[in-house]
């Protein structure tokens, strides 16, 4: 079992930033991709962002340039920049994690931005 607790959501104004974190615990040896989702309201949730083991990266088109994910294994722990935040960027962000086929979701951080 792994368990993820994100931190770091907040409500800022537009064209602020936040830092997402998500911490990784449990049964993390060969701990594999990991992702940033979200889910406004009313919506889907999405993928937002995600780094594999090796470090490669993937991100969404509507937040390449603004969000940066990144990884570090000595802490078991994966984070979201979030820099020019808009208010379509509100939602409640999940971290997910992989390993050896199971997937695993964190509880959310509410990221609010106003106008």
């Known amino acids: 079992q792994v368990q993820l607790v994100e931190s770091g959501g907040g409500l800022v104004q537009a064209g602020g930033s936040l830092r997402l974190s998500c911490a990784a615990s449990?049964?993390?040896?060969?701990?594999?991709?990991m992702g940033w989702y979200r889910q406004a309201p009313g919506k889907q949730r999405e993928l937002v962002a995600r780094?594999?083991?090796?470090?490669?990266?993937d991100y969404a088109d509507s937040v390449k340039g603004r969000f940066t994910i990144s990884r570090d294994g000595a802490k078991n722990t994966v984070y979201l920049q979030i820099n020019n935040l808009k208010p379509e960027d509100t939602a409640v962000y999940y971290c997910?994690?992989?390993?050896?086929?199971?997937?695993?979701w964190g509880q959310g951080t509410q990221v609010t931005v106003s106008s």
């Open positions: 449990g049964g993390i040896f060969g701990l594999g991709t």
């Open positions: 780094i594999t083991s090796g470090g490669v990266t």
């Open positions: 997910k994690a992989s390993r050896y086929g199971f997937e695993y």
